[in-house]
């Protein structure tokens, strides 16, 4: 009895528990990104992602103004130089400093750091000081300073300018829409193809029809990798070389073998009956294709074309054998990110902002489509 339709199974916790565990571990990488971009690299250096709605405590070196400039001579012949931090505009109340990278909150406001020979150093919250010493000691650079204060959470789009409106090697909006003249054809050569192709199998008797079917499977297996470098050969045998048609080509053969059984199996699930009346009504076979197959398979064909928008979108290894070039004309936004992770390594805020950029676009598409997704990979599994 407790496999009757109808009745929940006994472990539909477990299963519901492990579905919301997997899509916070897809959604927090996400959001980690998204805040990050809009954060600036002192706030990403301090603390995480997580944090950035409140404030946090950032410990930063400062040193006071020209001693040679801005000091006064007292009375007894000692030497006074005072000025604040933070300028006229202020800045957050300090909570600790310190005079040695050894022990940045060895003081706190209001204290005076003695540094020896009657050298001495207060400072107060609002980042106001007094440096007084002797002659010696109160020139050259001025004194170096590590003030802790607690940082209201900011928020800035100097990042997505820089991004997509900056210039030199920060701008990624060249790369960005040498994407899409990547991805776009790379998504819709393969559906063509596959569509005929899934019709004249699903539909169509000729001999080695299951052959052929049986040969399409087993490329679904066949590692890309091991294509790469034959294919470039073969491309620049015939004149094709590094460049747009060279990828389409490239995406549009891998791509095939998935869309062509994906499509087969949707098309093969469809209602006999429709396309036997179609063609006692005298319709030839592209006339079925095109006014009742393709409008019947929509979900399938919006399936395939999320998993290969997402794949061409993401993809770095066939873009380097099969586009790049030295000009760095085509390059595309996998590369760009390879190549600011090289020179912007400590840029955490640019790197977060190239990397949702790159992300926004396969999400808006999956989350558009998505609803054809599972439709499109159920297809033929069931009768």
């Known amino acids: 009895m407790d496999n009757i339709a109808g009745r929940k199974p006994a472990l539909g916790w477990a299963v519901n528990l492990s579905v919301i565990f997997i899509v916070l571990l897809w959604i927090f990488p996400t959001v980690g990104l998204l805040v990050s971009s809009f954060r ?9 992602w997580w944090k950035a709605f409140f404030p946090t405590e950032q ?24 000025g604040s931090f933070y300028g006229e505009e202020g800045g957050p109340p300090i909570s600790a400093w310190g005079v040695s990278s050894r022990d940045v909150s060895a003081y706190g406001p209001g204290d005076t750091a003695d540094m020896g020979e009657g050298e001495n150093l207060t400072l107060l919250e609002d980042g106001s000081y007094t440096w007084t010493g002797n002659d010696d000691q109160i020139s050259g650079r001025g004194q170096r300073v590590f003030v802790t204060a607690e940082v209201p959470p900011e928020f800035t789009l100097d990042n997505y300018d820089s991004m997509l409106f900056g210039r030199g090697n920060d701008n990624i909006s060249k790369a960005f829409f040498n994407t899409l003249t990547v991805t776009i054809p790379a998504t819709i050569i393969p559906i063509l193809f596959a569509a005929f192709a899934a019709y004249a199998l699903a539909w169509m008797d000729f001999p080695g029809r299951a052959l052929l079917i049986a040969f399409i499977v087993a490329l679904l297996v066949v590692p890309l990798q091991l294509a790469l470098i034959p294919l470039l050969k073969l491309h620049l045998s015939i004149g094709i070389g590094k460049g747009y048609l060279g990828v389409w080509l490239a995406h549009t053969g891998f791509g095939l073998p998935l869309a062509v059984y994906l499509l087969r199996n949707y098309m093969a699930g469809l209602p006999r009956d429709i396309i036997e009346n179609a063609r006692v009504d005298g319709a030839t076979d592209f006339q079925i294709f095109v006014r009742i197959i393709l409008p019947l398979s929509f979900p399938a064909l919006a399936s395939f074309a999320i998993f290969q928008f997402l794949w061409t979108w993401n993809d770095l290894l066939v873009a380097i054998v099969f586009l790049v070039d030295s000009s760095g004309d085509t390059t595309v936004m996998t590369r760009h990110i390879v190549e600011l992770l090289g020179t912007r390594g400590g840029n955490w805020e640019i790197l977060a902002t190239a990397a949702f950029v790159s992300m926004a676009v396969p999400l808006l598409v999956f989350f558009l489509m998505q609803r054809y997704l599972v439709r499109g990979l159920l297809a033929g599994s069931v009768k």
């Open 59 to 82: 410990t930063e070196q400062v040193r006071t103004s020209d001693p040679d400039d801005t000091r006064i001579e007292t009375d007894d012949g000692t030497f006074v130089v005072e």
């Open 40 to 48: 600036t690299a002192d706030q990403i250096a301090s603390s995480g």
